[in-house]
T-cell receptor, first 111, second 114 residues
Framework: AQRVTQPEKLLSVFKGAPVELKCNYSYSGSPELFWYVQYSRQRLQLLLRHISRESIKGFTADLNKGETSFHLKKPFAQEEDSAMYYCALSGQRGNTGKLIFGQGTTLQVKP | GAGVSQSPSNKVTEKGKDVELRCDPISGHTALYWYRQSLGQGLEFLIYFQGNSAPDKSGLPSDRFSAERTGGSVSTLTIQRTQQEDSAVYLC????????????FGQGTRLTVV
């Protein structure tokens, strides 16, 4: 079964501090993994996906298949990073292509 | 329109009434999802439509919930005999090719059952 776990409901850091939002997954095949972000009063939107191996707004995420993790990191948090972050997983084809989300982590960056 | 559109934006209903929530996906997107977002529960998967395949209904919480997608486009989520615990934001998303591609979300429908 597909499952995504984000152990922290709230992560509070000061501006300039490093940030790591944890995500662990369970899936028997080769998953596609994503991070989505929802800023206040905005729609949920894609932040990054593991297959792209890119850095978006200073955030990166590395897929660790051994640990089944896909943690989101940023070396220096900014106040505008305050938002709800969701880790998501999808299988690759057919009905396994459904997109499952974790419980979400609220990131609060204090000035 | 250019994005996923959901209606109504807000719905207040009395316990026991039926409600219908509508989603207009991005034109040409083959996959459509419904999720429920509530405090402390995160983003709960409800149902997934992909092309002409049978929908994945594994996330529907009870038989009071149903959804259909007509003509591979517009989708309606129906909740019968609403209960207070159904209060939440219901989100719809569509993707071009299923879960492997970026999902585009609607603004959601906030349902309040009183």
């Amino acid at each position: 079964a597909q499952r995504v776990t984000q152990p922290e409901k709230l992560l509070s850091v000061f501006k300039g501090a490093p940030v790591e939002l944890k995500c662990n997954y369970s899936y028997s095949g080769s998953p596609e993994l994503f991070w989505y972000v929802q800023y206040s009063r905005q729609r949920l939107q894609l932040l990054l996906r593991h297959i792209s191996r890119e850095s978006i707004k200073g955030f990166t995420a590395d897929l660790n298949k051994g640990e089944t993790s896909f943690h989101l990191k940023k070396p220096f948090a900014q106040e505008e990073d305050s938002a709800m972050y969701y880790c998501a997983l999808s299988g690759q084809r057919g009905n396994t292509g459904k997109l499952i989300f974790g419980q979400g982590t609220t990131l609060q960056v204090k000035p | 329109g250019a994005g996923v559109s959901q209606s109504p934006s807000n719905k207040v209903t009395e316990k026991g009434k039926d409600v219908e929530l509508r989603c207009d996906p991005i034109s040409g997107h083959t996959a459509l999802y419904w999720y429920r977002q509530s405090l402390g529960q995160g983003l709960e998967f409800l149902i997934y439509f992909q092309g002409n395949s049978a929908p994945d209904k594994s996330g529907l919480p009870s038989d009071r919930f149903s959804a259909e997608r007509t003509g591979g486009s517009v989708s309606t989520l129906t909740i019968q005999r609403t209960q207070q615990e159904d209060s939440a934001v219901y989100l719809c998303a569509s993707t071009p090719l299923g879960g492997i591609t970026e999902a585009f979300f609607g603004q959601g429908t906030r349902l309040t059952v009183v």
